[in-house]
């Protein structure tokens, strides 16, 4: 039988994007190495179509020291310029400055938190929240959104952070009409709401 996707339309027939919604996007993630290069790479992509971002992704890794947060956070002016010159990634100076930026508040909030992979989860009290595949933003994102521009961070509107969590599956968001949600046992969250800064199971 024929595998049902949600990203039939979004994807376009492309390999990588198909490959990207069967393997990755909305699946719970608690890794710290992919939550943050998914973080960093999201931010790069405001403005941008996620297609053209995920197809340069070997190259970011390459260029951006496999997302390592510790060596992005002390990239100098001079690497900055260098990254400028590398035509396998996105060249925005402000966004790559972002990224710099956006590393040393995360070395900042592994010290108040241990991780960014805590950070991130404890909005939701580790748990994972549905919302449907059509929302662009919510009261998570706005939140999240709020405390990592008060730590100083670049490029972390309320839709990108959508996004992003999303994508995490903090936010989860496959319908039941698509294979993931079947395989990600989604039943186990569909009902979970963030409301009024908590977690509740809304029952339809």
């Given at each position: 039988m024929e595998k049902h996707s949600c990203f039939e339309g979004y994807a376009d027939g492309d390999p990588q994007m198909e490959r990207y919604h069967d393997e990755e996007w909305g699946k719970p993630c608690r890794d710290e190495k992919k939550l943050l290069e998914l973080f960093l790479l999201e931010c790069f992509q405001a403005?941008?179509?996620?297609?053209?971002?995920?197809?340069?992704?070997?190259?970011?890794?390459?260029?951006?020291?496999?997302?390592?947060?510790?060596?992005?956070?002390?990239?100098?002016?001079?690497?900055?310029?260098?990254?400028?010159?590398?035509?396998?990634?996105?060249?925005?100076?402000?966004?790559?400055?972002?990224?710099?930026?956006?590393?040393?508040?995360?070395?900042?909030?592994?010290?108040?938190?241990?991780?960014?992979?805590?950070?991130?989860?404890?909005?939701?009290?580790?748990?994972?929240?549905?919302?449907?595949?059509?929302?662009?933003?919510?009261?998570?994102?706005?939140?999240?959104?709020?405390?990592?521009?008060?730590?100083?961070?670049?490029?972390?509107?309320s839709v990108t952070i959508f996004s992003y969590i999303q994508s995490v599956g903090i936010i989860y968001s496959h319908p039941e009409s698509c294979f993931r949600f079947a395989e990600d046992h989604a039943e186990r969250f569909f009902h979970n709401r963030y409301r009024g800064g908590k977690v509740a199971a809304e029952r339809q």
């Open positions: 403005g941008l179509s996620w297609k053209s971002i995920l197809h340069k992704r070997e190259n970011f890794r390459a260029a951006f020291d496999q997302f390592d947060i510790d060596r992005i956070a002390a990239y100098s002016a001079d690497k900055i310029d260098r990254l400028m010159q590398d035509p396998g990634i996105i060249r925005n100076r402000k966004k790559i400055e972002g990224a710099v930026t956006n590393a040393r508040c995360v070395q900042e909030i592994r010290r108040e938190y241990g991780s960014f992979t805590a950070y991130l989860w404890h909005f939701t009290g580790n748990q994972t929240v549905y919302e449907p595949i059509d929302v662009t933003r919510d009261e998570l994102s706005d939140e999240i959104s709020a405390d990592m521009k008060k730590r100083g961070m670049k490029f972390v509107g």
